[in-house]
């Protein structure tokens, strides 16, 4: 039942939206991630060395936030950057952040760049961390309006988009039973393999254009709810 669970996804995509393809993160260089720095107003820097090393005499990319990947901050904070965001993953040497990429890549993100040769290639502007006026945020965050609210409060977050809701969570109310069980089922079994990680992936790639062929076709709405109300049986 779990196959024809992805045979169903991959029909509906193909029916109703064409194909799409299965992306890996992308490499790039130091002048290209300068250039996509400068030309994407959302992009989202995400430095993955050590606070020592974020905070070091070299200092790190403005507006950068950190997530330090070998101290398992990355790991657990990951689910804060929103899915579907242009997200930069930097570190030292770049060995770290094509782990983090890698990392993203299974966990169904769409756009995801890795900085190759890491900061040591690095020959943009860099920012110290100081915090002269003590509100505990980097003053270098403080001006940095891709992250700054209106009273600078939240500064020091990532912006606060959110995940984009998926198309399941049009089916059902939230906080409703069945939307806590498929996500375990995500989590726990297709994140464990490869298949089921390509699955999550395909599933995120085509979830913007199946939202509004859902919120645009009542009887395509409740087809997929009968579906998913049939997969629900076989997992539970």
């Not at 509906?12 to 400068?38: K, N, R």
């Not at 890491?118 to 940095?144: F, H, K």
Request: charged residues 30%.
């Amino acid at each position: 039942m779990r196959l024809f669970f992805v045979l169903l996804l991959v029909c509906v995509e193909q029916c109703f939206l064409g194909t799409a393809d299965i992306y890996a993160h992308i490499d790039v260089t130091p002048a290209e991630a300068l250039e996509l720095i400068e030309s994407h107003a959302d992009l989202i820097v995400v430095d993955v060395r050590e606070e020592h090393e974020f905070c070091d005499e070299d200092g790190h990319i403005p507006c950068a936030v950190n997530y330090p990947l070998n101290s398992g901050v990355f790991e657990k904070q990951y689910t804060e950057l929103p899915r579907d965001a242009d997200i930069l993953i930097v570190c030292r040497s770049g060995g770290r952040s094509n782990r983090a990429a890698d990392f993203l890549d299974s966990r169904g993100y769409l756009h995801v760049y890795d900085m190759q040769g890491g900061m040591s290639s690095w020959e943009g502007e860099t920012v110290a961390c100081i915090d002269a006026d003590g509100n505990g945020i980097y003053d270098d965050r403080d001006n940095c309006s891709r992250l700054s609210s209106s009273d600078n409060s939240t500064a020091d977050d990532i912006p606060d988009n959110g995940t984009e809701p998926c198309v399941i969570e049009l089916l059902y109310e939230e906080g409703a039973e069945e939307l806590q069980v498929l996500r375990e089922y995500r989590d726990a079994v297709l994140c464990a393999t490869g298949p089921g990680q390509a699955v999550i992936k395909r599933y995120y790639g085509v979830n913007r254009l199946l939202k509004v062929a859902v919120e645009k076709d009542k009887s395509l709405k409740c087809i997929i709810r009968r579906l998913a109300d049939i997969f629900l049986g076989c997992i539970r």
